[in-house]
């Protein structure tokens, strides 16, 4: 990977732990401290796992790879889950699904303009 191709992905990866760092501290926060949103809950764990599996994804070059950092965001996704009752919260299997829908989602978007990024 040459230099100019190197700062992106560099940026997508940076992206990505911002956005997990995120999606971790509003996951785990109480949720009297969050405000309320009109957006179903569903819909929002949807989207942040898209978002997080597109931009952690979006470096990677080969399957095997791609594969390895997406099986860690569902990994990601379910163990906080599984925190979420330490931290007076609860778990659920939707969010789960939701999560894992989201990522899911997000690697097959990478999937369809994947071709048109490396045409550039």
């Known amino acids: 990977m040459s230099t100019l191709t190197q700062a992106p992905a560099r940026f997508s990866d940076l992206l990505a732990l911002l956005w997990g760092a995120t999606i971790g501290y509003l996951s785990l926060v109480p949720q009297t401290r969050l405000p309320v949103s009109p957006v179903n809950d569903k819909v929002e764990h949807f989207a942040a796992y898209l978002l997080l599996a597109f931009l952690a994804l979006l470096a990677r070059r080969s399957v095997r790879e791609k594969l390895l950092v997406l099986l860690v965001i569902l990994l990601f996704g379910a163990a906080i889950e599984f925190v979420q009752p330490s931290f007076n919260r ?31």
């Open 90 to 120: 609860q778990l659920e299997v939707a969010d789960m699904a939701a999560n894992t829908g989201g990522a899911l989602s997000g690697y097959a978007l990478l999937l369809c303009v994947n071709p048109i990024i490396r045409k550039r």
